[in-house]
Structure formats: structure tokens, C-alpha cells
């Protein structure tokens, strides 16, 4: 090979040398530029995945809250979750109370509290009514699958002792009729002269001094003809809570009752006295101290015992009014406030079957329908040993009662199932 062939040679090499250098650092150059693309990329596209997640996020949520509030099968969930919730908080309390309070020193005292509130135990739950344990009176009186008879009581305190009393100021039956799709409130006279099977006859709430919840089922039932399904027993103090977690309840009041309430101790705080004639839109001291008033006539005329009981029955409806247009925190607070300071025998699952039932039927429009026995024409006052009492027609106000709670085709106990005939009952 010549001279100048080996120099064109090197030429050659030189420049195949120099092109791929310049080749590579280019290829470099854009997969650089390519990872430096990329980068941007993947927190895009991460950021992308966390949008759609987050999307996908809400949707369930806001799905889940949607069948929640707007199915039945949802509302029932809901129903069993604050039930649940309520019955827990229920049986802590009741824990709780067993323990009394100590002072400085580690010894045991005895609160201002605990010494007012005498009488029942706060929370306290039992497995429901135990038939075998019940007269026969109680299993043949008028009962039906789907309709519900639960027994309020308003006591003045709820204290330590689960049989023992404090006063019964009201006293009343709320039904559920899953069958015809309605909603009651029976308040029962607390001066209605009964039979109090193993005592004797006086006043209908010397029952519950006498024996509890359990005598005031057998008396019921022996008196009116309905077997009852469980009880609620609710202090004076709760009741307060309960209208004031409701952010108060409007009352139409008279003139005579508006000065009777701002110059007595019915509303026990002076602060409160404040009532005027017509629409208030009370708290709950006010609308207690309302509730307890018997010596003034009501808006509709009534007076006495009458005239209690049919305030009563004003502060449960408007009290009704107030949950059907509250918020789910405001109901979710109410169960705590109730099922946290009450003494139910109810079982937790007829409970929230009985909740489930009620939030339907209340979405439904259905009205709280009242009544009171004893029925309009069916009594009168009379003075027996010295007591002021009501006397009433028996057959009668059975019959109106079992009309009320089971619908117009429902008979009322006969004497012979009041004897213990099962054949005799009628359902």
C-alpha cells in the first residue's frame, strides 16, 4: 500500500471516528432529554391516579351517605349503628354508676346529685318482658304482631334503686302499627282510680311506687285490656336535654298560663320566666315546668288532671315535629342524650327494628296521633277515702283504647281473658 493510500486511510478513520463520537453524544443528548421528559410524566401521571382516586373517593361516599339516608335498607343500617352506639353508651353509664364518687381522702361520698336522684338506675337494661314471669292477666290481654305498645314514664329522678320510685308525672303509651301504618300517643290521668292486682284500688301511679314497671304492666292490663311490649323511663332532667338538643319546641300557651308559669316555681329557673300569650318557642326548662302545670286551663279548655295530661300531650307532638325536621348530628345527639340517661327492658334488636319503623313512617307524612284515657265521656271526678280521684267507665275505655291502638275491627279484653281463659282472647 502506497503513501498516500495509508493517509487516506487514516483520513477515513479519523472521520468514522469523530461520527460516531459526534453519533453517541447525541444519542446521549436525546436520552437524556428523554429521561428529563419522562420525569415530568410520572408525577403528572401520579398525580393523575391520585385525582381519580380521590374522585373515585367522594363517589363512594357520597353513594354510601345516599343509600344511607335515601333507602330503607341504608336507613336501617343507620337505625342499627346509632342504636347500637346508644345501647354501648347506655350500659358504660350504667357501670359508672356503680361506682360512687370519692373524695380528697380516697373515702366514698355521696354527690349532691346522687342524693337528689333517688330511685331508678341510670341505664340500666334488662333482656325484655319474661311472660313466664307474668300474671295471666298480662299474656291475655289484647296484643298483635306489628303493632308495638311501649310504656313512657316521666319520673321526677332516676336514681340508684331499679325497683323503687320517684313520682310518676306522666305516664303515657306510644305505638308503633307497622300493620295499618300509624303512630299514637296515649296519656293515661295519673289520678284514674284502678285496680292494682295484689294491692288494692286507688290512684294509677301508686303502681309504680308499689312495684315498678313490672305492676304498671299488670295494671294496665288489667284495667284497659293491652298487653304492653316494653318501657322507657325518662328523669325530669333528661327530658329537659332532650328538648334542648332539639334547639327548643314551639308552644301556643293562654294568657293565664303565661302569668301562672312567670310567677310560680313551675319553671324552676327564674332566668326562664319569661313566657308571653300565644306561640313560645320554649327550652327545655320552660316546656318541663309547662308540662307540670294543673291548675290553670290549657288552650283547649281543659283543667286538673285533664289539662296535664293534655299538655303532655302537646310537648310529645311538638317534640315529634322537631325530630322529623332535624339534621342526622342533631338525631345522632338525641339517641346519646336518651338511650345515655333512660332505663329501658326494651331489647336492643326490637329496638332498632322499632327505630327502622318510625324513620319510615315519619318520611312517610304520618302524623303522631293522641289520645287520653280515660276517654272524653266515659269518667268522672269523685272523693274517695279523702282523695280527689277519677273514676271511668272500665268496658268502655277498653274498648276505645283497643280501638286507638289496633284500628276500629279490634274487640276489647273480655272479663274472662281478665280471669286467665285463652280461649276468650280475642286477636
Known sequence: MSNEDEFLKEI?????????????????????????????????????????VLIVLLVIILAGGSFLVFTRPGRKIMSNLAVEWAYWRMGKNAKTDDKPAKNASGSAVETKEEEEEEGLKVGEITENIDPSKMSATFRNALHEDGVYNILLLGVEAIG????????TDSIMIATL??????????????????????????????????????????????????????????????????????????????????????????????????????????NGNQALGYSRVRKVATLDGSNNDQGRTSRHRRVMAAIFKEVKKSNPITLVKLLDTVFSQVQTDIKKSNASSYLAEVMELSLDGVPLDTF????????????????????????????????????????????????????????
Open 372 to 427: 287520653r284515657l280515660p276517654a272524653e265521656g266515659t269518667y268522672q271526678g269523685a272523693l274517695i277515702n279523702g282523695a280527689a280521684v277519677v273514676t271511668f267507665d272500665i268496658p268502655k275505655n277498653k274498648d276505645e283504647l283497643a280501638n286507638f291502638v289496633f284500628g276500629s275491627h279490634k274487640k276489647p279484653a273480655t272479663e274472662s281473658a281478665i280471669n286467665g281463659n285463652k280461649k276468650t282472647k280475642n286477636k
Open 160 to 167: 340508684n334503686n331499679s325497683t323503687a320510685s320517684g313520682r
Open 12 to 52: 477515513r478513520s479519523s472521520l468514522a471516528e469523530q461520527v460516531k463520537k459526534e453519533m453517541d453524544a447525541k444519542q446521549k443528548g436525546e436520552r437524556h432529554n428523554m429521561n428529563d421528559k419522562r420525569k415530568p410524566r410520572k408525577k403528572k401521571k401520579k398525580l393523575n391516579i391520585f385525582i381519580k
Open 177 to 282: 302499627n307497622t300493620k295499618q301504618k300509624t303512630l299514637g300517643l296515649t296519656s293515661i290521668m295519673r289520678d284514674s282510680y284502678v285496680t292494682i292486682p295484689g294491692f288494692y284500688n286507688t290512684r294509677i301511679n301508686a303502681a309504680f311506687n308499689h312495684g315498678g314497671v313490672p305492676l304498671m304492666y299488670e295494671t294496665i292490663a288489667y284495667n284497659y285490656g293491652l298487653r304492653l311490649d316494653g318501657s322507657i323511663i325518662v328523669s325530669f332532667k333528661t327530658f329537659q336535654k332532650i328538648i334542648d338538643d332539639l334547639g327548643g319546641v314551639d308552644i301556643e300557651i293562654t294568657p293565664g298560663e303565661a302569668q301562672y308559669l312567670n310567677t310560680t316555681n313551675y319553671i324552676s329557673k327564674r332566668s326562664n320566666r319569661t313566657l308571653k300569650p300565644g306561640m313560645n318557642h320554649m
